[in-house]
């Protein structure tokens, strides 16, 4: 065969890359100097990077965490050589008042229940978060709520018990009962009596169980539950039970029933036209009004209620984009496959649009942990009002930044390892090969 002189007829063999495009050098040449504007902004960022850490290192760096107030800690930076107002920090408030911080008012004694209880939540998150390695264990999971209220507030375990049993009423009336009566129905009553169980039965008969078999912890008011333990609280709560009631209204909005669309409209609506301190004043001062008399409602779980039903609306839109992001041939596709509307949304739609909402879901949790700083304006104890109150001791009176940036630290470390998990979230259920 005749060969052609400008057509390649022998294969070369295969050469290592410039050492200028992999590894170290060719990323940063790619994503820092890839021209004279980026090379330009590099130089910049680095120069006040370097600057903004001149300036604060030797201010944190410095060993004062003996120091036992302001002025001890001044003395000691005198000694060191070290003398005006940014001198160094005074780590030595940290250093005493961290368990306020993370326990607010909660007693001493039993500080062994609230870590318990933060332990116990990774263990309960662990078949959600790595469900190919650890779901063994979402029976725990199921449980885990009724557990750390038993842990942290203490009392009677028969509260939760009855508590837990009502939802044990609802799973069986689902279960049993759906096909004799029919889906809807057995919904109904899957709803109402566990409803009723707790608003007429579920009290006496945990009372009865306290007198009889009497298994209590001791009681801890939510007056002394503070710090990063409530903001953990709320935070948690908030995240576990928007996204179930944000996926309802979600579907609700997006529903052919003109009644259920125009309550899950109005309601999302609503609470996304107010701001959240406002709904947070109004669950510390107006719910108890429309109460019956006598009836004690813990302020801690009416926050709680109006923080979820607060980031239950934002969540709803987050994940109504990623329904309307899908296209029109994947519910064919459902269709097709003879699959109802739950069947449908269970293993086809709600999967993809959850995966395509990702970085939104996340980006409101994180919103919504940040949020809970929010309830020091209602006189609750978060860490922005403990440090408040620690610097209201006259052992601490000008201390200012180190608490602030100790709080802002354990902010950071929890809001950042959220977001790295929602990015290997991201790759994992990634399926384009791009």
């Given at each position: 065969?005749?060969?052609?002189?400008?057509?390649?007829?022998?294969?070369?063999?295969?050469?290592?890359?410039?050492?200028?495009?992999?590894?170290?050098?060719?990323?940063?040449?790619?994503?820092?100097?890839?021209g004279?504007?980026?090379?330009?902004?590099?130089?910049?960022?680095?120069?006040?990077i370097?600057?903004?850490?001149?300036?604060?290192?030797?201010?944190?760096?410095?060993?004062?965490?003996?120091?036992?107030?302001?002025?001890?800690?001044?003395?000691?930076?005198?000694?060191?050589?070290?003398?005006?107002?940014?001198?160094?920090?005074?780590?030595?408030?940290?250093?005493?008042?961290?368990?306020?911080?993370?326990?607010?008012?909660?007693?001493?004694?039993?500080?062994?229940?609230?870590?318990?209880?933060?332990?116990?939540?990774?263990?309960?998150?662990?078949?959600?978060?790595?469900?190919?390695?650890?779901?063994?264990?979402?029976?725990?999971?199921?449980?885990?709520?009724?557990?750390?209220?038993?842990?942290?507030?203490?009392?009677?375990?028969?509260?939760?018990?009855?508590?837990?049993?009502?939802?044990?009423?609802?799973?069986?009336?689902?279960?049993?009962?759906?096909?004799?009566?029919?889906?809807?129905?057995?919904?109904?009553?899957?709803?109402?009596?566990?409803?009723?169980?707790?608003?007429?039965?579920?009290?006496?008969?945990?009372?009865?169980?306290?007198?009889?078999?009497?298994?209590?912890?001791?009681p801890?008011?939510?007056?002394?539950?503070?710090?990063?333990?409530?903001?953990?609280?709320?935070?948690?709560?908030?995240?576990?039970?928007?996204?179930?009631?944000?996926?309802?209204?979600?579907?609700g909005?997006?529903?052919?029933?003109?009644?259920?669309?125009?309550?899950?409209?109005?309601?999302?609506?609503?609470?996304?036209?107010?701001?959240?301190?406002?709904?947070?004043?109004?669950?510390?001062?107006?719910?108890?009004?429309f109460?019956?008399?006598?009836?004690?409602?813990?302020?801690?779980?009416?926050?709680?209620?109006?923080?979820?039903?607060?980031?239950?609306?934002?969540?709803?839109?987050?994940?109504?984009?990623?329904?309307?992001?899908?296209?029109?041939g994947?519910?064919?596709?459902?269709?097709?496959?003879?699959?109802?509307?739950?069947?449908?949304?269970?293993?086809?739609?709600?999967?993809?649009?959850?995966?395509?909402?990702?970085?939104?879901?996340?980006?409101?949790?994180?919103?919504?942990?940040?949020?809970?700083?929010?309830?020091?304006?209602?006189?609750?104890?978060?860490?922005?009002?403990?440090?408040?109150?620690i610097?209201?001791d006259?052992?601490?009176?000008?201390?200012?930044?180190?608490?602030?940036?100790?709080?802002?630290?354990?902010?950071?470390?929890?809001?950042?390892?959220?977001?790295?998990?929602?990015?290997?979230l991201?790759?994992?259920?990634?399926?384009?090969?791009?």
């Amino acid at each position: 065969m005749a060969q052609v002189a400008y057509v390649r007829h022998k294969m070369l063999p295969e050469q290592t890359p410039p050492p200028n495009s992999v590894g170290t050098i060719g990323w940063l040449r790619t994503n820092l100097f890839s021209g004279w504007f980026n090379t330009l902004l590099t130089i910049v960022a680095v120069l006040l990077i370097f600057r903004l850490l001149a300036n604060v290192l030797p201010w944190a760096l410095v060993p004062t965490w003996g120091g036992t107030s302001l002025g001890n800690c001044r003395e000691i930076l005198q000694e060191m050589g070290r003398e005006g107002h940014f001198a160094g920090a005074c780590w030595g408030v940290i250093r005493e008042r961290w368990l306020q911080l993370f326990f607010g008012f909660y007693p001493s004694e039993i500080y062994w229940r609230p870590i318990l209880a933060f332990f116990g939540l990774f263990v309960a998150l662990s078949p959600i978060l790595f469900p190919e390695h650890a779901f063994r264990l979402i029976g725990f999971s199921a449980i885990y709520p009724f557990i750390v209220v038993y842990l942290i507030w203490g009392g009677s375990i028969w509260g939760p018990v009855m508590a837990l049993l009502g939802f044990v009423i609802g799973y069986m009336v689902l279960k049993f009962l759906t096909e004799p009566l029919g889906r809807l129905a057995a919904t109904i009553a899957a709803f109402l009596l566990p409803v009723l169980w707790w608003l007429f039965l579920a009290s006496p008969i945990a009372g009865t169980f306290a007198n009889v078999l009497p298994l209590a912890l001791q009681p801890v008011e939510s007056a002394k539950v503070g710090g990063f333990m409530l903001a953990f609280i709320i935070g948690v709560t908030g995240i576990a039970a928007s996204l179930p009631i944000g996926i309802v209204l979600a579907l609700g909005r997006r529903s052919d029933l003109i009644i259920l669309k125009g309550i899950c409209v109005g309601f999302i609506e609503f609470i996304r036209g107010v701001p959240l301190i406002t709904l947070l004043f109004v669950a510390s001062t107006l719910l108890n009004i429309f109460m019956p008399p006598g009836t004690k409602f813990d302020l801690v779980l009416r926050v709680t209620i109006m923080v979820t039903l607060f980031s239950s609306a934002y969540m709803a839109e987050v994940i109504r984009g990623g329904l309307a992001a899908l296209s029109k041939g994947q519910y064919e596709a459902a269709d097709s496959l003879g699959l109802d509307y739950w069947q449908s949304q269970r293993l086809i739609i709600m999967p993809q649009a959850l995966k395509i909402s990702i970085p939104g879901i996340v980006g409101n949790f994180i919103g919504l942990f940040k949020d809970t700083t929010l309830v020091s304006v209602i006189a609750l104890w978060d860490p922005i009002l403990l440090s408040t109150n620690i610097r209201a001791d006259t052992n601490w009176n000008g201390i200012l930044w180190e608490l602030y940036g100790f709080i802002a630290v354990v902010f950071f470390i929890t809001c950042f390892s959220m977001s790295r998990y929602s990015m290997y979230l991201e790759r994992k259920l990634a399926t384009d090969h791009r």
